[in-house]
Each structure stands twice: as C-alpha cells, then as structure tokens.
C-alpha cells in the first residue's frame, strides 16, 4: 500500500465509521479543525485517560490540574509568546495565497499552488496566536488570547497547587485542554490543525538535577508510547540542534512517529529552566521562589516539560493500527487498536434471529454495557459481514450466540487479530473480557 494511499483511507475509515468528520461539513468544512464522532471520542478519551493513569494516578509526584483557557494578556507578554510566537509567512504575488515560508514544497521559490515562478518576495512574520476580546468592549484593553499551549496555566498556578497539595520538590502538575494556533498551513488531517488539545506535565526540580530529570522523563515518555502498544521501529526521538532549540529552552527532545508522510514529531520534551517563572515573578511582581526550609534554601525551580499532542497521538495509534489483510479469501480492513483503547470493546451477535438467540445475546450485551465494558449488539447481515464491521472499528472481541449456546450454555469468542474463536460459558463472558483488559 503506497504510504499516501493510507493517508486517504485513514482519512475515508474515519468518516466512515465515525472516528473524525470534517468541523462544520455542511457548510463546505473549515479545513483546519475537525469533529470527533461516537467511536473517535471514544477513543481520544481513552488516550487521555491512558495518560492521565501514568502521569497522576499512578504516582504521588504529580498533581492535575484543569487551567481555564482565557488567561491574563500579561501572561503571554511574560512567556514571550506576544513578542516571539511567530511563523515566516510569503505570500505569492499571484494568487494571493500564503504559505509558511519553510515547507519544504516552497524550495525553488515556485507557488505550489498557481505555478508562478519566483512567486515569493520576503518572508515576514506572522503571530500564531488567536485574538478576542474580553468583556463589551472592543479595544486594545480589553484584548485577550486564546491560549496556544496550556503549560503557562499551570506556570501561573505554580504556588497555588504547591501550597494546596504540600508537595516538595521534586514534583509535578499535569493537565490536559485545548490549544488554540493560526497556524499558516494546517494540514495532514488531524496532525496539524488550529485547534487541538494537548496532555502537558511541568516536573519543577533543583537547579544542578535538571539533566538527570531530563533523560528520565525523555525515557517515561517513550515508554508510554510504546505502553499503548505503538511499533517501536515507528519510533524514534530527534535532540533539537542548538538553531532548533526554542527560546526558553537548553535542551529538547522530540518523539517522532514514522507517519505516512514521513518522521514527524508528536510529543515534546523540554528542559526549559527556570525561564517561565522567573519572567511570571518579574512581569507580576509575585514571588514564585520555593522555599526548602529543612535545608534552608530558596531557589526558583528548573522545569522539565512534557507536551504531547492528544490528536497526533490519536493519528499514530490509527495510522499504526490500520491493516489490510487477506482472511479466507477476502479482503478485510482492520484496527489492531490494544484493547484498552478500543472504542467498542465487545460485539455481540446472535446467529440467527430466531431460537431464543437474540434473548441470550442481549442479555449478555446488558451485563456488558452495565459493567461499563463498552458492547455493540448487531443481528443484521451475515456473520462474516458484521465480524468486518467490527474489525474495522478495531473490536477486539466479537461474541457469538450460536446453536451449541442451548445444549451446553457456552457462546464463541473471536478474537480480532488471531481470528481463533474460543468457546466460554454465556455467563462467564463478562469475566473473560475483564480479565484480558486489565
Ligand atoms: P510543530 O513544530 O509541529 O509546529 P511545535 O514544536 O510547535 O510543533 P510544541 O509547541 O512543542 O509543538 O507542542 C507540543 C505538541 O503539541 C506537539 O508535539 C504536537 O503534538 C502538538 N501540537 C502543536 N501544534 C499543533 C497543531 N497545530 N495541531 C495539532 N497538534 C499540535
């Protein structure tokens, strides 16, 4: 399968099945956000959800935190984003169009678009970030941001969750929200848009121990990565050269995926010092010092992000999971989605719609579905017909209520990815499954 092909039939399988429709489609799309569907939520909560299980719940270190996404105009003077939040931007002085100034289909100073040569004069620059206003009056006063990362909530609240939780450092805050960029050429589906979210955690440690906190969350991360069941030959981190290397920042890491359209990154790993909190205590006047008082100590902390993108990671996991494959003859469309993630868990199917069949099958998708193990109960088509269905929705497990259910009580399970089909008695299917999502 050519690699741009995938490209389209990700894009296709989404909307078809409902992972992602295009934002406002009616009205011709909007081309830079999209929409999730029932299976798409599904599966970009269970994403958050895998986060949010290794960032907070599973240590003592870190603490949530959900910062709201309009915040004081100081805030974005403080982080350097007014000033320096920028893209190069041309324009082609034929069709009008614009263009971020370093894609590579620019090289040789051709439109991609009208053909013109020599289309472009010089690149200037353009800030990513959305502007409104707060409040009835429209003028610079009253002027607000959409934020365009949520790190600078939890720089702000800092203090606020030390003081509330009694953390000592080191330690961490995580949330996870939206994120607003006009960004110039969104593009690649849901891999860059203007509007996503992103799962960010600030580790605040002593100044003299940020490296070895560094190399330890660059190694979590990528282990988290591969925890969702990510090939580890897709993976690989790229250190940003000191050119690369954004302005608050004395080291960075990326974690790139091999997407069709070639390595890309998706989560950021950053050493950025004590650059955000010292400019939030120099531009609000607040001191934002932490304060050791067993070893007599006061110092701003040094902070080691993480910042991954919620959409990219969903666009990895389908991009990674997606297969076409031969199985008895025909062609089938499959999600090898880890089961955690999958957006429907269980299908249940009676064989035929008559004999009692369809009694026991929706017996057993009740018990599911009040157990909260998400169920998908379907009596229509052949049964090769609905096992496709629910391959292509990434179903790891399909229930059968067959004939042999009446003799002997048991029911069939097949499993997605081996196709074998085991035989369970009806009443033990909710154990089954239980124990294989654990
Ligand atoms: P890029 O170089 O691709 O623009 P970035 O280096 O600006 O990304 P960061 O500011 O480090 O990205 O943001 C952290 C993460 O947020 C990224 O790794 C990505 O997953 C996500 N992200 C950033 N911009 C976008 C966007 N426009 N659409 C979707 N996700 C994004």
């Known amino acids: 399968m050519a690699e741009i092909d995938l ?17 406002s489609e009616i009205y011709g799309g909007t081309g830079s956000v999209w929409d999730y569907g029932p299976l798409g939520v599904e599966l970009k909560r269970a994403i958050k959800d895998a986060w949010w299980k290794a960032m907070v719940l599973e240590r003592d270190d870190i603490e949530g935190l959900d ?8 805030v974005w003077e403080a982080s350097g984003h007014v000033e320096g939040f920028t893209d190069p931007l041309v324009e082609c002085r034929e069709c009008r169009r614009r263009f971020r100034a370093d894609l590579p289909e620019l090289e040789g100073g051709r439109c991609p678009v009208c053909g013109t040569p020599d289309a472009f004069g ?11 206003f707060m409040g009835p009056v429209e003028d610079a006063a009253s002027q607000v941001y959409l934020r365009p990362e949520t790190a600078q909530g939890i720089y702000v609240n800092f203090l606020n969750v030390q003081t509330a939780s009694r953390q000592k450092i080191p330690f961490g805050i995580a949330q996870i929200g939206k994120a607003f960029r006009n960004e110039i050429t969104p593009g690649n589906f849901i891999f860059r848009t203007r509007e996503f979210e992103q799962a960010e955690m600030q580790y605040f440690v002593e100044p003299g121990t940020d490296e070895e906190w560094f190399e330890y969350w660059k190694e979590a991360r990528f282990q988290w990565h591969l925890s969702l069941g990510i090939r580890r030959e897709k993976l690989r981190f790229h250190e940003h050269t000191p050119q690369e290397l954004a302005h608050y920042a004395k080291k960075a890491v990326d974690i790139e995926y091999e997407f069709p359209f070639g390595w890309k990154e998706f989560e950021g790993i950053h050493n950025r010092t004590d650059f955000d909190l010292s400019r939030h205590q120099e531009y609000s006047g607040k001191r934002l010092e932490y304060i050791d008082a067993p070893a007599n100590k006061r110092f701003i902390p040094y902070v080691i992000e993480t910042s991954v993108g919620v959409d990219r990671t969903l666009l990895v996991v389908l991009a990674d999971a997606y297969r076409e494959e031969m199985v008895e003859g025909e062609e089938r469309v499959v999600l090898s989605l880890k089961p955690a993630l999958a957006p429907i868990k269980v299908a249940v199917f009676p064989l035929v719609k008559k004999d009692g069949l369809p009694e026991i099958a929706e017996r057993i998708h009740k018990e599911l579905r009040a157990a909260a193990v998400s169920s998908f109960y379907d009596d229509s088509g052949s049964i090769g017909r609905r096992y496709r269905r629910q391959d292509e929705a990434g179903t790891p497990w399909c229930v059968t ?21 085991v035989r369970v008695p009806a009443e033990g299917v909710l154990k089954w499954v239980r124990e294989r999502l654990a």
Not at 401 to 421: E, N
């Open 122 to 132: 010089e690149p200037r620059l353009f800030n990513l970030m959305f502007k409104t």
């Open 401 to 421: 209520v067959d004939g042999q259910t009446h003799q002997d009580g048991t029911v069939t399970i097949r499993d997605r990815d081996t196709l074998q089909q």
């Open 7 to 23: 490209m389209d039939k990700l894009v296709s399988l989404c909307k078809r099945r409902g992972f992602v429709f295009q934002s």
């Open 67 to 74: 910062a709201a996404i309009l915040m004081h105009p100081r």
